[in-house]
């Protein structure tokens, strides 16, 4: 097993992609806590997960919750061996429409909710450990749109290497897994209507060389080799795994 005896921090842990990593790390001999904020999706986690798993109400983009939800994996588990920062969300609009309420909100979570998160872990974190960021495609392209979501994920893999030089004396390594368009409820946020997602949908399809969207579990395979010491000699770097879209 390729995390025996580690415990994994999840953030955005209880749908899509950190589900996913979830139930691999668990399955890989992990002990997992998994950070949510919808209630339904808590308690779907909770029984999904069982006994190896913390599941924890927390909205990242208030830091008492995160600081409240780091102390209640210390006093559970005692350390923590693996961060996933995953959580994120966004709202699709266009120029004229943005607003800074719009920009605010993106970031204090995206951004700012993911870095307090890795600093309070940090001291939890000994040499060996792993963190683990969620960036995205979008970090490499423009799309209409998407303007503030792209800019928080640019954040998130410039905040990487500067992480990953500061931690690395410590031997502890920080990577990011850059997702092309994957098939979660993720998309179900970006608050555009059911025809304008489908339309979206095919779109982008048609532009990934693979010619299909990714699946959670591609990314939480990739987000594995990140955790794990088959990357040992990896930090600083970005995985893509966006069906070639921004490769090819």
């Not at 029984?47 to 798993?53: I, M, P, V």
């Not at 709202?91 to 970031?107: N, R, V, Y």
């Not at 872990?121 to 040499?127: G, N």
């Given at each position: 097993m390729k995390l025996q005896n580690k415990i994994a921090l999840i953030t955005g842990g209880t749908s899509g992609i950190g589900?996913?990593?979830a139930k691999l790390f668990i399955a890989e001999g992990a002990k997992v806590a998994v950070i949510g904020t919808n209630p339904e999706?808590?308690?779907?986690?909770?029984?999904?997960?069982?006994?190896?798993?913390?599941?924890?109400?927390?909205d990242l983009r208030n830091p008492a919750d995160i600081d409240r939800a780091i102390g209640d994996v210390a006093a559970t588990f005692g350390r923590i061996d693996i961060v996933f920062a995953n959580a994120g969300a966004a709202?699709?609009?266009?120029?004229?429409?943005?607003?800074?309420?719009?920009?605010?909100?993106?970031?204090a979570l995206n951004f700012t909710g993911l870095f307090l998160t890795i600093q309070k872990?940090?001291?939890?974190?000994?040499?060996g450990g792993s963190i683990v960021a969620t960036t995205s495609f979008l970090n490499a392209v423009?799309?209409?749109?998407?303007?503030i979501l792209s800019a928080t994920k640019a954040a998130i893999r410039s905040l990487v290497r500067s992480l990953a030089a500061e931690l690395a004396p410590r031997g502890i390594r920080v990577n990011a897994v850059s997702p092309g368009p994957i098939a979660t409820p993720f998309h179900t946020k970006l608050g555009l209507t059911d025809n304008q997602l489908s339309e979206?949908?095919?779109a982008i399809e048609a532009q990934v060389p693979l010619k299909r969207f990714g699946q959670p579990i591609e990314i939480a395979r990739a987000a594995l080799f990140l955790a794990s010491d088959d990357s040992s000699f990896t930090?600083?770097?970005e995985f893509v795994v966006d069906g070639g879209l921004t490769q090819i």
């Open positions: 589900l996913e990593a999706r808590l308690q779907a986690a909770a029984q999904t997960l069982g006994d190896d798993a913390l599941v924890l109400s927390a709202k699709a609009a266009p120029l004229e429409g943005i607003t800074p309420e719009m920009i605010s909100d993106q970031f872990a940090s001291p939890l974190i000994s040499k423009g799309a209409p749109g998407l303007s979206a949908a095919a930090t600083g770097s």
